[in-house]
């Protein structure tokens, strides 16, 4: 049923009108809409991918499983041991949109990568209001956990748990949403729709650089005065270019809210861990209940470390694999070993990369108008879940 629907359903697309209203009905906001669409025009998907409840519900229990691991003392202690020191600073917080990416296939999900500052959140929450459907049957297809129109209360909530979860009580008055140049990201204009939503609730927000902020006189600051909460879309994971001292040295201090943070990065996100999560033996020595085990077994492709001792062994099997850096995020320095030169290999190598099991992409059809409504060849999708985690 579902492969039906994403092979040849067409029934529930995306109303381009409605998405710009959903992006400029905040007068604050207007020509929001007109800067996506001219600097990020395939930003949104025409159709939607159809995901079966027994997907759903076995991602939830990789989740889970992931999440017992991370709570054990001696996992901790062991990503811990080969993160930067300042993931040995835990400020409280839990970060925010911890991304679980995965891959859906015949042989079920299967978790390619953690991210610890998935973007796009706000974005498909207003996708979420411009779903067209034609018919009432069909619009069902298209309900979440959260109704879209709930979506923003419920990112709102998740900042303010992360405040209280870092000992604060009330709300933070003042927001920054902080990444490098950020005007040049590409999530730039969802920068935007984070300052919209806080203020919305009654909250000061920027988007800022890091070098507009200072620490002095114990607190994080900008032009106009302190910083209480820090919404962090930056790629440097540890806070260590020189750029970011400020803000590292406010977190440090607790200062500021930082989230996401270090160490959720380290203890989430490091690519290394995924080694440990694929590794029944590892698994079985820090203590992990056997159930929990044999749902990651199933759900985390086989991940190895690179090292000289399994170089020989990988280049052998370099077609079978995909290489992602320790740290790295999005596509950046991670290659398909069947488009691996030798010249790249001495690379990774020379690097702290992983070498993971290649899990291809779904695919899902579409049309366009442009092709008077024929099926043109499929675009690939990957399912991500983000999560809030409680207390």
Same mark, same amino acid.
């Given at each position: ?15 381009? @009108? ?58 901790? @202690? ?37 991210? =610890? ?5 706000? /974005? ?62 590409? /999530? ?58 400020? /803000? ?45 085990? @044999? ?7 086989? =991940? ?88």
């Amino acid at each position: 049923m579902i492969e039906a629907l994403n092979t040849d359903c067409f029934c529930v697309s995306l109303d381009r @009108e409605a998405l710009r209203q959903a992006i400029d009905d905040d007068p604050a906001a207007r020509g929001l809409s007109a800067l996506i669409e001219e600097r990020c025009p395939h930003l949104f998907a025409a159709l939607p991918v159809y995901v079966s409840r027994r997907k759903v519900d076995q991602m939830a229990k990789i989740i889970a499983a992931v999440e017992e691991v991370v709570a054990l003392p001696a996992y901790r @202690e062991q990503v811990l041991s080969y993160a930067p020191d300042i993931a040995r600073f835990d400020p409280g917080a839990r970060g925010v949109f911890t991304g679980y990416d995965f891959h859906l296939g015949a042989a079920g999900p299967k978790l390619i990568e953690i991210n =610890t500052n998935a973007g796009g959140a706000l /974005l498909n929450a207003v996708l979420g209001r411009a779903q067209r459907a034609c018919c009432e049957d069909v619009a069902s297809l298209v309900s979440g956990p959260v109704p879209a129109e709930r979506l923003d209360c419920t990112i709102f909530e998740m900042f303010i748990e992360e405040w209280r979860l870092a000992g604060r009580g009330g709300v933070p008055a003042r927001i920054a949403i902080v990444d490098d140049r950020p005007e040049e990201q590409f /999530l730039h204009p969802e920068f935007l729709l984070f300052e919209r939503l806080f203020r919305s609730f009654g909250v000061q927000a920027w988007v800022l650089a890091p070098e507009q902020l200072t620490f002095r006189d114990g607190e994080l600051r900008d032009a106009n005065g302190p910083i209480d909460l820090v919404c962090n879309r930056m790629t440097d994971f540890s806070l260590q270019e020189a750029a970011h001292a400020a /803000l590292r040295a406010a977190y440090l201090a607790g200062a500021a809210v930082v989230t996401p943070h270090p160490r959720a990065h380290a203890l989430y996100a490091d690519k290394r861990n995924l080694a440990v999560l694929s590794d029944e033996s590892r698994l079985a020595a820090l203590g992990v209940r056997r159930e929990a085990i @044999e749902v990651l077994l199933r759900g985390v492709p086989r =991940t190895r470390l690179v090292t000289a001792a399994l170089a020989e062994e990988l280049w052998a099997d370099r077609r079978k694999l995909f290489f992602k850096p320790a740290a790295g995020f999005g596509s950046k320095a991670a290659y398909r070993g069947d488009k691996l030169t030798r010249r790249v290999w001495s690379e990774v190598q020379a690097g702290i990369h992983v070498a993971q099991e290649l899990i291809p992409h779904p695919r899902r059809r579409f049309c366009s108008g442009a092709h008077h409504g024929r099926r043109i060849p499929h675009r690939r999708s990957r399912w991500r879940r983000s999560i809030s985690r409680q207390s």
